[in-house]
Antibody, heavy 118, light 110 residues
Framework: EVQVVESGGGLVQPGGSLRLSCAAS????????MSWVRQAPGKGLEWVAN????????YYVDSVKGRFTISRDNAKNLVYLQMNSLRVEDTAVYYCVKVGSWYWFDPWGQGTLVTVSS | QTVVTQGPPFSVSPGGTVTLTCGLS?????????PSWYQQTPGQTPRTLIY???TRSSGVPDRFSGSILGNKAALTITGVQAEDESDYYCVLYMGSGIWVFGGGTKLTVL
């Protein structure tokens, strides 16, 4: 059973913006740190950002700092990734994952594809 | 900048044993990095295998095991099966809310 569902991906021009959403279906996301992990075509996994349960702490990989913002709406059990000033190198499948107590990522959804191209 | 290193592609025969490693460009991996391992077959989403160094995720066969070997985290597969042909990724928790993935190791089952 799919436990997280990501949405919001698509084709965008360089310099554009997208907002990704993540809905948890079988757990209450507000009880956990949540992260975004991405995978460029044919490449490996890359941790992008994460957010504390109450949204008070947020962390980012250096390459997206100042351009991406992670947020959450605990009332709706949703996590977001606002992506601005997108670059060609941001093209990837973006996965939303729950951070387990021992600093691990699970479950994994199908991800949502972001393509940055002119 | 810290780089998490994984080994070159591996080939193994069915029934064999293989150990994949996960190290640091500078320093040693310990349990304090909470290493975890993920399996990904082409076109599929990652699957969690091991977390907290050596704890198998739910439903993962016991032929997969995790450990610290020397100065690296290790994933050992004993009695390799054809279905184990995949890419394997490790990730280390660096502290301060930061994780770094290794580049992955491609395992071929001949």
């Amino acid at each position: 059973e799919v436990q997280v569902v990501e949405s919001g991906g698509g084709l965008v021009q360089p310099g554009g913006s997208l907002r990704l959403s993540c809905a948890a279906s079988t757990f209450t996301s507000r009880d956990y740190w949540m992260s975004w992990v991405r995978q460029a075509p044919g490449k490996g996994l890359e941790w992008v950002a994460n957010i504390k349960q109450d949204g008070s702490e947020k962390y980012y990989v250096d390459s997206v700092k100042g351009r991406f913002t992670i947020s959450r709406d605990n009332a709706k059990n949703l996590v977001y990734l606002q992506m601005n000033s997108l670059r060609v190198e941001d093209t990837a499948v973006y996965y939303c994952v729950k951070v387990g107590s021992w600093y691990w990522f699970d479950p994994w959804g199908q991800g949502t594809l972001v393509t940055v191209s002119s | 900048q810290t780089v998490v290193t994984q080994g070159p592609p591996f080939s193994v025969s069915p029934g064999g044993t293989v150990t994949l490693t996960c190290g640091l460009s500078s320093g040693s991996v310990s349990t304090f990095y909470y290493p975890s391992w993920y399996q990904q077959t082409p076109g599929q989403t990652p699957r969690t295998l091991i977390y907290n160094t050596d704890t198998r995720s739910s439903g993962v066969p016991d032929r997969f095991s995790g450990s610290i070997l020397g100065n690296k985290a290790a994933l050992t597969i004993t009695g390799v099966q054809a279905e184990d042909e995949s890419d394997y990724y490790c990730v280390l928790y660096m502290g301060s809310g930061i994780w770094v993935f290794g580049g992955g190791t491609k395992l071929t089952v001949l």
